[in-house]
């Protein structure tokens, strides 16, 4: 931890005498490579143009890491309690509150930040500064604003240490703590950068971190994306053609066929940053993580955490958003059915909506593409309803669904969540042909010209196969470990395993990814039904096609045999894209492929796999019933018996829940040995409710079975002419009767 007790701002009202110490407005001394920093400020024009605001909580170190930039940057620092209010009061900023009091005081210090001045300075503010609104608007308009975010529990702390009881705008009632928490949303409202410092960070490497933050800040332009299928000799030419993460979101896949992925990686997390959001609620970490993966050209903060905090709200049934429960032994839940459609799914398209519809342009309608084997479907269609009326007028949903390929809740989920820009579409076929005709479609450029030319209408995806949602799935991985420090299951730093169903490669992708970006996760395995590609690929490096057809089950989310996600091979590869698309179109045009034995090797290093029959899934659903009055879904069913035959048990593993079992009550009854009353969904949940099970039956999906109404919905041959053309119509009755 640095000590801020020598530089500590004159606004906090402490035991003992405030230290009179001033900071001057003039040029510190330079460090050794000071030049290089004042050189590279120089060229964006900040220096002399822009100053660095430091913003944070009393307590956070703003003074002494402010010094600290100053003399890298060789330029002045200014301490707005030192050199501003005091110059103008003429008195202590501790007489200056007893004379006025806490309301007055807040205004009184506004007004001496909007009769401020100044430029190609570090300023550190006040940890009050942030709640006068027109004197942040005043300062932030020549400056970049540095928050320095430290937890909560790292600030009573210091307070403590520096015999500090009493900060400005704490009320008699008001604890210390409740004050701090008060204050963190105005710090939110003003902030374009955040830099994370926890508890043992030193005052050198907290400034170090702000110079970092800044310079990713003006570099926006290093933050491209590449094709999964990009050979590296062809990068330097593509340079005139760079992709930025609002391109990657509207343009879903790249034009080569292959996935979007960031050209330089993801960002690391150090132990200390994770460790910050130990104390952290869900919605806090989403807007840390993913403020590091999105840049601000793109999104700025202020407005991501807008869109974080309406996607991760009253929409979800629990206030922890991604519970992990203790399952048994060394098992651990990961509760992802708590939004409105009842599967994990939703969290990526409760979010990315928004994402959407403030990256697209405004000139031009969207209409999104879906092929779903299930959950997808009814996320899509709830996620894009919710957008704003004048979003909603812009950009519609359509999804492909196969029509004999889901159960019959999440059929009628999917009918029932149609609204006048989302509609539902059942495909004679199966999931994999819903997939590749989508694909097909992306790649037409004859008839995604044709619709943007007659209709100003483009085409975009919002299946896995789109960054932007894999990122949140990123997130719940990442806090489901560090709830369970939370619970002081486990010290940071010691692993766990994670266990996932998954079928099209997405969801254990996003824990691959958690783990690059510093989540001690030791292990992931991959879960499979009886559609088992990807368990047979993992352990022999063979993918293989050939002769095989899907084959229905009770868990028809993983009924899938052609993985898109699996072309992040890429990462496996080395980022060798001329490799992957050798791989890919020996599976186009041979229906199989195999690793090399190096890259097996590589890939074992990291995943597991293993699969499960249909008796066991049942089984294992009465099992834990009977043993803890718990009911699993199909899914989380199939990871439970995987787990329990490839985990060592030497350390946790956390099981993903991705759906809730009210979704397939026909297999659950079956498995539990109830007999169905009758074949209609809502009845199904009806006997199911009357058993009081652990967890209650999903409330959301409740609703959406009892509307009525609205039970029309297309069903297209499996033609690629049908298809196109049903997407016509669709655009036509839709935007054409908008505009």
């Known amino acids: 931890m640095f000590h801020v007790v020598q530089y500590q701002p004159l606004r906090l009202i402490t035991q003992n005498s405030l230290s009179s110490m001033c900071l001057k407005l003039m040029p510190l001394r330079p460090v050794a490579f000071a030049q290089i920093w004042k050189s590279w400020f120089s060229s964006y024009s900040l220096v002399g143009n822009k100053n660095i605001i430091l913003m944070g909580p009393p307590g956070a170190g703003k003074t002494t890491v402010g010094r600290i930039v100053g003399q890298k940057l060789d330029c002045p620092v200014i301490d707005i309690d030192d050199d501003v209010l005091e110059t103008t009061w003429n008195m202590s900023v501790s007489e200056k509150l007893q004379d006025v009091g806490n309301e007055q005081f807040l205004e009184e210090e506004g007004k001496a930040l909007l009769e401020f001045s100044a430029s190609g300075s570090v300023i550190s503010l006040t940890g009050s500064n942030p709640m006068h609104a027109a004197g942040m608007q005043h300062v932030k308009k020549n400056g970049i604003v540095v928050y320095l975010d430290v937890p909560t529990t790292v600030i009573m702390s210091r307070l403590k240490s520096m015999k500090v009881d009493r900060i400005v705008g704490q009320s008699p009632s008001a604890s210390l703590k409740d004050i701090l928490q008060f204050r963190k949303q105005f710090y939110k409202r003003w902030y374009d950068i955040r830099v994370l410092c926890g508890g043992d960070i030193t005052a050198e490497v907290a400034a170090e971190k702000v110079l970092d933050a800044v310079k990713r800040h003006q570099n926006s332009e290093l933050e491209t994306f590449i094709s999964t299928r990009s050979s590296r000799s062809g990068r330097s030419m593509e340079k005139e053609s760079d992709k930025y993460f609002s391109d990657v979101v509207t343009q879903g896949l790249a034009s080569d066929g292959g996935l979007f992925v960031p050209e330089k990686g993801l960002p690391k997390f150090t132990a200390g940053d994770w460790e910050s959001l130990i104390e952290a609620t869900y919605v806090e970490r989403a807007q840390v993580i993913l403020e590091r993966c999105i840049h601000p050209a793109d999104i700025p903060a202020s407005k991501l955490a807008q869109m974080i905090e309406t996607a991760y709200g009253e929409n979800f049934a629990c206030s922890k958003i991604a519970p992990v429960r203790h399952l048994t032994g060394n098992q651990f839940l990961l509760e992802l059915f708590h939004g409105p459609t009842a599967s994990f799914k939703d ?41 704003h009326d004048a979003d909603r007028q812009r950009i519609a949903v359509m999804i492909f669904f196969p029509e004999d390929g889901v159960s019959p809740i999440q059929k009628s989920q999917m009918i029932g969540c149609q609204k006048e820009n989302a509609w539902s579409v059942g495909v004679k076929s199966d999931f994999d042909f819903c997939q590749t005709a989508i694909k097909q479609i992306f790649t037409n450029s004859d008839y995604t010209g044709f619709l943007t030319v007659e209709y100003g209408t483009a085409l975009a995806a919002a299946n896995s196969i789109n960054w932007a949602r894999l990122l949140p799935q990123i997130v719940y991985h990442a806090s489901a470990y560090l709830d369970l420090v939370h619970q002081d299951v486990i010290p940071f730093g010691s692993p766990v395993d994670v266990c996932i169903p998954t079928g ?13 970006m510093g989540i001690p996760i030791r292990k992931c395995i991959c879960a499979s039904n009886e559609n088992n590609v990807l368990t047979d690929f993992v352990r022999t490096g063979v993918y293989d096609l050939r002769g095989r057809n899907i084959i229905p089950t009770f868990s028809p989310a993983v009924d899938i045999l052609k993985s898109s996600n699996l072309e992040y091979l890429h990462l496996v590869a080395n980022e060798d894209g001329q490799l992957v698309t050798q791989l890919y179109n020996q599976l186009e045009n041979q229906g199989h492929f195999q690793l090399q034995e190096d890259l097996l090797k590589k890939l074992q290093r990291d995943l597991v796999a293993g699969w499960c029959s249909e008796e066991d899934c049942l089984a294992a659903i009465h099992s834990v019933y009977s043993t803890t009055g718990y009911i699993l879904d199909t899914h989380t069913a199939i990871a439970k018996v995987v787990a329990d035959r490839l985990q060592d048990r030497t350390c946790p593993i956390i099981i993903s829940s991705t759906a809730h079992y009210s979704k397939f009550a026909p297999a659950i009854l079956r498995a539990l040995k109830i007999a169905e009353i009758n074949q209609n969904p809502l009845s199904q949940l009806h006997l199911l409710s009357s058993y009081s099970p652990l967890p209650p039956v999903h409330w959301g999906l409740l609703e959406t079975l009892k509307k009525k109404g609205n039970e029309h919905y297309q069903v297209c041959a499996a033609d690629m002419s049908m298809l196109m053309s049903t997407i016509e119509t669709l655009i036509q009755n839709h935007f054409m009767r908008v505009h």
Request: hydrophobic share 50%.
């Open 347 to 387: 969290f990526a398209l409760q979010l990315v909506p928004h994402i959407f519809a403030y990256c697209i342009p405004r000139s031009c309608n969207y209409l999104i593409l879906v092929a779903t084997s299930g959950d997808t479907g009814s996320a899509v269609l709830d996620g894009f309803s919710r957008l």
């Open 504 to 516: 099209n490669f997405g969801n254990i992708l996003a824990a691959l990814y958690a783990k690059m």
